[in-house]
Structure formats: structure tokens, C-alpha cells
């Protein structure tokens, strides 16, 4: 059991360094609501030099607090201060979610269950491929990759622009994944049936790039993992082309579901109204 304290409602957090663009509070407070349970979820601002000290006092509960979410620039650290981080952290040495449990800070990163569980939400049988195409190598492509391979997938394309990041990856996750520069990207896209955005390409206004999808397999499915704005352009592209699409914000919803479960004792439901709810926080701000 994650540890309670006496009397008390189960308190969380996200932190991260700046913390106040963070949409969790939004969806925690949210589910907590809805399902009518006692608790809090309070963003904390913890600089890189004051992390350490953050996550002594949370071990000692002088913090109050049975877990919470880590994010930028915190991942790494976190992982490397959590007594019992799981596989998937290990693999990925990052952590996004942590909870006391036994007098020990444990620790897993939900970001490649939140990808999986989305699409398999909103795109049933996207795994059920031969070849996926993952474009960048940056923190955030990693827990794709992991997922995109813990499902079976049995060809994995990175392309980078810096093509040693690529290499690492393949290193870490092993035979299935291979690493390329951006002048392959229209040969590994030749019959894949799943392409990933990780980059912010396009996005700056200046970038012109223009992606044949045509090369994919009739009815691939674009995905992309940023979700502000919604429809980003390489999401816009494949979209006028004809290929179905996924946004960002259904994994930033579903990597949120397994750490709330932890924390409050509640499975909770990804649903439009939420969805809705993050929307008018993004059109908002
Ligand atoms: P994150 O943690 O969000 O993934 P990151 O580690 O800075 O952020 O990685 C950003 C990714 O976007 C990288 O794959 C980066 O390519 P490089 O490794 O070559 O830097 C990619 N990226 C960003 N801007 C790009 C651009 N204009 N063209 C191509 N790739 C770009």
C-alpha cells in the first residue's frame, strides 16, 4: 500500500523548474472531484539545486506528501534518488511518477503507457504493424520508442537530425531499433504503418518541411506527441494528405491515469470532458 498518513487526505504533487505551465493540478483536481475523494495535488516549484533536498523530505514525509509527478528538468535526478525504481525507469533512467510505500520512494515513468494507452483508446490495433517510423531522439522520443517496442512492433526507425542521438537510442532498446539521419526518412517510410512526431519540426514558423506520407502504408496512422497547438503541422499535413491522426493531448491525459491510482486509491477514467477541460486551458493561456 502507498503510505497514508493518520487522518489525513493522501496529498500529491508535480514538480518541475519553471512548474506553473504544468496542466497536471487541472487533471488531478479534476478526477478527484469527479469521483468525490478526499486528497490534494499542488504543483511545487523545486530548483535544480534545491531537488535533492526536495526528495530527502519527501522521504522523511516532512513534505506531508505520499507522491507526485516529476517533470523537466527533474526526471533524471528523480530517478537516480528513488530507492526502487522499476524497469521501465531503469531502462528509460528517467522517472515521472514516484510514491512512498513501504518506508521507500519508489519510482516508474508512465509516459510510454500514457502513448499506448491512448492510442489504443482512440486508434484500437495501431500496434499491429511491421514497421514504425519515430521522427526525433530527444528525452521526450525515448518512452515512445520503449512502448512502440514493448508492443511487439518489429521495425523501429528512428531519424534525427543529429544522427548519434539516433545511435544512442538504438544502443539503449535494443536490435529492433534502428538509427538514421533526416535524408533517410523518405526511404524508412516506405510501407511503415505508424509515424511519430517527437520534434518541435515546424513549428518555429521557419521550417518548410514538407513530409510525403504517400510513402506510408494506406491508412497509417501520424501521431504526434506534442499537443500545443493541437494540430501541429506535421499533423496538418498528414491530415490534407488523407492519413488518419492522433494529437498530443491524449497521452499527456493517460500518463497521468497511473499515478493518480497510486496516490488516491482510484482508477480514474480519461474522458472528453476532461479533454475539454485541458483545451480551454490551452486556448486560455
Ligand atoms: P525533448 O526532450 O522535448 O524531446 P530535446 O531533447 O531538445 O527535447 O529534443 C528535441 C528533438 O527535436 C530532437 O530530436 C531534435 O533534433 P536534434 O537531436 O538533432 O537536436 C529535434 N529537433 C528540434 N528542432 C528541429 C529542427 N528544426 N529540425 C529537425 N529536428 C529538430
Not at 30 to 49: I, P
Not at 75 to 82: G, P, T
Not at 170 to 187: C, K, N, S, T, Y
Request: with cysteine; glycine share 10%; hydrophobic share 40%.
Amino acid at each position: 500500500m502507498v503510505e497514508k498518513r493518520e487522518n489525513t487526505a493522501p496529498a500529491a504533487f508535480v514538480t518541475g523548474w519553471p512548474i506553473k505551465h504544468s496542466r497536471s493540478p487541472i487533471i488531478h483536481r479534476h478526477w478527484l472531484k469527479q469521483n468525490g475523494l478526499a486528497g490534494t495535488y499542488d504543483a511545487v516549484a523545486v530548483s535544480e539545486e534545491d531537488f535533492a533536498s526536495f526528495i530527502a523530505e519527501l522521504k522523511d514525509g516532512s513534505r506531508g506528501f505520499c507522491g507526485g509527478n516529476v517533470t523537466i528538468p527533474h526526471k533524471e535526478i528523480a530517478f537516480r534518488l528513488s530507492d526502487r525504481p522499476d524497469d521501465l525507469a531503469q531502462e528509460l533512467g528517467a522517472a515521472n511518477t514516484l510514491w512512498l510505500q513501504d518506508g521507500q520512494l519508489h519510482a516508474t515513468n508512465t509516459d510510454g503507457y500514457g502513448f499506448a494507452a491512448n492510442l489504443d483508446t482512440c486508434h484500437p490495433g495501431w500496434d499491429k504493424v511491421d514497421r514504425a517510423v519515430i521522427l526525433g531522439a530527444g528525452g521526450a522520443s525515448r518512452a515512445v520508442i520503449q512502448a512502440v517496442r514493448d508492443r511487439g512492433v518489429n521495425e523501429i526507425h528512428v531519424v534525427n537530425r543529429t544522427v548519434s542521438r539516433a545511435e544512442e537510442l538504438a544502443d539503449r532498446f535494443g536490435q529492433r531499433i534502428h538509427a538514421h539521419g533526416l535524408p533517410a526518412l523518405p526511404e524508412v517510410m516506405a510501407g511503415a504503418g505508424l509515424f511519430v512526431n517527437t520534434t518541435s519540426l515546424g513549428m518555429d514558423g521557419k521550417e518548410s518541411a514538407v513530409i510525403d506520407f504517400s510513402r506510408l502504408k494506406t491508412g497509417a496512422l501520424v501521431t504526434d506527441i506534442v499537443y500545443v497547438p493541437l494540430e501541429t503541422p506535421i499533423l496538418k499535413q498528414a491530415h490534407e494528405q488523407g492519413y488518419p491522426t492522433a494529437d498530443g493531448l491524449g497521452m499527456l491525459l493517460h500518463q497521468a491515469v497511473p499515478g493518480f491510482e497510486k496516490w488516491f486509491g482510484h482508477r480514474p477514467t480519461v474522458d472528453t470532458a476532461l479533454r475539454e477541460l485541458i483545451i480551454r486551458d490551452i486556448q486560455a493561456t
